[in-house]
């Protein structure tokens, strides 16, 4: 399950997405006192079935754990680099970047590999 938001000093539900997410950027940022954390989502993919907007089997899409992600950069202050929305692939050109609905071809991979760098050098 997602999971919900949990204030610094609650404990995590680390059995949901969104608490084992926290509990990872706290351990990283903890441990690391020089680190520059940025989150990165997925670009959109068929992630099961071959459908872009399918549910896995509690309901949940792809883009609830985009916006999930989104959202636990907001609570820490940290940049997130949303291949989801952002990238330049969509369902519309889905085809073309990606090979068998979830994995980059070449293309694909230069698309994400040249957002990410872009997205890194205006940090």
Known sequence: PIGQLETSG?????????????????????????????????????????????????????????????????????PVCDLYHDCGITEDNLNEYIIDGLHPNNEGHALIGEYINEFINEL
Not at 22 to 30: G, K, L, N, P
Not at 31 to 41: A, W
Not at 51 to 63: T, V
């Open 10 to 78: 609650n404990a995590y539900d680390e059995y949901t997405f969104i608490g084992a997410y926290q509990t990872a950027v706290e351990h990283i940022t903890s441990n690391n006192d020089d680190v520059t954390l940025v989150l990165i989502t997925p670009p959109v993919c068929n992630w099961i079935d071959h459908d872009h907007n399918s549910q896995n089997r509690i309901g949940c899409s792809l883009e609830d754990y985009v916006n999930a992600i989104i959202e636990v950069g907001e609570y820490y202050g940290l």
